[in-house]
């Protein structure tokens, strides 16, 4: 974890200087990647970031119904065509928002802040509203906001089953790194 933050504090110093030297003209970071590593890398990858955006649109989509999906319950639409439409037409949502031009997904982003502001802020609170709970089915034990917790989570366990080394610490920085 602390090799993935120093990188990202790196990464965010760089891209300061780089932003901070000059105007960033319309293209955002494939600007900055161009100018920084020149045309030929900075044009490769462009592309493969390019690609990664377009693939986490569709990945944060099947995540977003996903979530829905377990929070409503049994009410939720079932079955694969009918998440697959489902998926296609929040997609195609998307899509059409950005053909609409810069100035309305400006406006949809203030949305999409408030929305995000208020799922933020849920987390804590539903921390504290409530109650602990045993899931014996799930595996989940919920003991709320408690001192004993905290402590007995704030240091790995390295004498688990669970911990297995350097394949763990490269599971952690690959799901913490990106």
Not at 163 to 170: A, D, I, K, N, P
Request: hydrophobic residues 50%; negative net charge.
């Amino acid at each position: 974890m602390v090799t993935a933050y120093c990188v990202d504090l790196l990464t965010t110093l760089s891209l300061s200087a780089i932003a901070s030297n000059g105007e960033v003209k319309g293209g955002g970071a494939y600007y900055l990647i161009s100018r920084s590593l020149g045309p030929e890398f900075g044009g490769a990858i462009g592309i493969l970031f390019f690609l990664a955006q377009a693939l986490n649109t569709a990945m944060n989509i099947v995540g977003l119904l996903d979530c829905i999906r377990l929070n409503v319950g049994a009410t939720f639409p079932q079955g694969y065509w009918t998440t697959y439409s489902l998926q296609t037409a929040a997609l195609m949502l998307c899509t059409g928002m950005c053909l609409l031009g810069s100035a309305t997904f400006s406006k949809a982003s203030n949305l999409l802040l408030v929305i995000l502001t208020v799922a933020i802020l849920s987390i804590p609170l539903s921390a504290i509203f409530k109650a602990p709970f045993i899931d014996q089915d799930a595996g989940i034990v919920y003991t709320g906001i408690d001192l004993n917790t905290l402590a007995k989570n704030f240091m790995p366990s390295f004498d688990k089953d669970v911990y297995h080394g350097l394949s763990t610490f490269r599971d952690l920085f690959g799901i913490l790194f990106p």
